[in-house]
Nanobody
Framework: QVQLVESGGGLVQPGETLTLSCAAS????????MAWYRQAPGKVREFVAF????????TYADSVKGRFVIFRNNPDRVVYLRMNMLKPEDTAVYYC???????WGQGTQVTVSS
């Protein structure tokens, strides 16, 4: 079965950097576009970043442009999200997703607070 396992979240102060990981299995990772989403308390899940299957192209939500970087390692079947200059409004549970596959992992909590 498809499995997506997010990790790397934690508690950080504003301005700090954190890198999330998503380990994928059960599908053709190297031919599948991947994305990161997040859901803050009391809010709907929102798009954060997208990367194509080869890792050549990426797109970002306006709220994270210039701060976050999505990248992947296809042989290792892992997609990453490096979050720079974190803000309190980045606080959320972060999830990865495979394009066309309606399976979600447990997510990883990111809390940005002073």
């Amino acid at each position: 079965q498809v499995q997506l396992v997010e990790s790397g979240g934690g508690l950080v102060q504003p301005g700090e950097t954190l890198t999330l990981s998503c380990a994928a299995s059960g599908f053709s990772f190297s031919t599948t576009a991947m994305a990161w989403y997040r859901q803050a308390p009391g809010k709907v899940r929102e798009f954060v970043a997208f990367i194509n299957s080869f890792g050549y192209n990426a797109t970002y939500a306006d709220s994270v442009k210039g701060r976050f970087v999505i990248f992947r390692n296809n042989p290792d079947r892992v997609v990453y999200l490096r979050m720079n200059m974190l803000k309190p409004e980045d606080t959320a549970v972060y999830y990865c997703n495979a394009q066309g596959i309606s399976v979600w992992g447990q997510g990883t909590q990111v809390t940005v607070s002073s």
